[in-house]
């Protein structure tokens, strides 16, 4: 069982940088493909950045493209999602994700480990 736990959700204002990190135990993430989601209110949940195992190279929704970076550490077991020039149509519940069995993290995928959320409100 693998367990995910987020942290640096705050309050910011618009322009801001800010780092949310994902902390997993339970399972080594250096065999899994993770990535962060987004929820914002009234809103579908949505695939915000990934890290597919097997990938050179990231995935990241249009919406974020160029401002957002994840990253992740495998030798701490965790990821981070950096996010800068930060909007106020950013504001969401962040979610941590993982997937494991050399499945990948996409918009129609739900991967069975999530961290329970951590709160981003941008003001303008």
């Known amino acids: 069982q693998v367990t995910l736990v987020e942290s640096g959700g705050r309050l910011v204002q618009a322009g801001d940088s800010l780092t949310l990190s994902c902390a997993a135990s339970g399972e080594t993430i250096s065999t899994a493909s993770v990535g962060w989601f987004r929820q914002a209110p009234g809103k579908e949940r949505i695939l915000v950045a990934a890290l597919n195992w097997g990938d050179a190279t990231p995935q990241y929704n249009d919406v974020v493209m160029g401002r957002f970076t994840i990253s992740r550490d495998n030798a701490k077991n965790t990821f981070d999602l950096v996010m800068n020039s930060l909007k106020p149509v950013d504001t969401a519940v962040y979610y941590c994700?993982?997937?494991?069995?050399?499945?990948?993290?996409?918009?129609?995928?739900?991967?069975?480990?999530w961290g329970r959320g951590t709160q981003v409100t941008v003001s303008s």
């Open positions: 994700a993982a997937t494991y069995g050399y499945t990948r993290l996409t918009q129609t995928t739900r991967p069975p480990f």
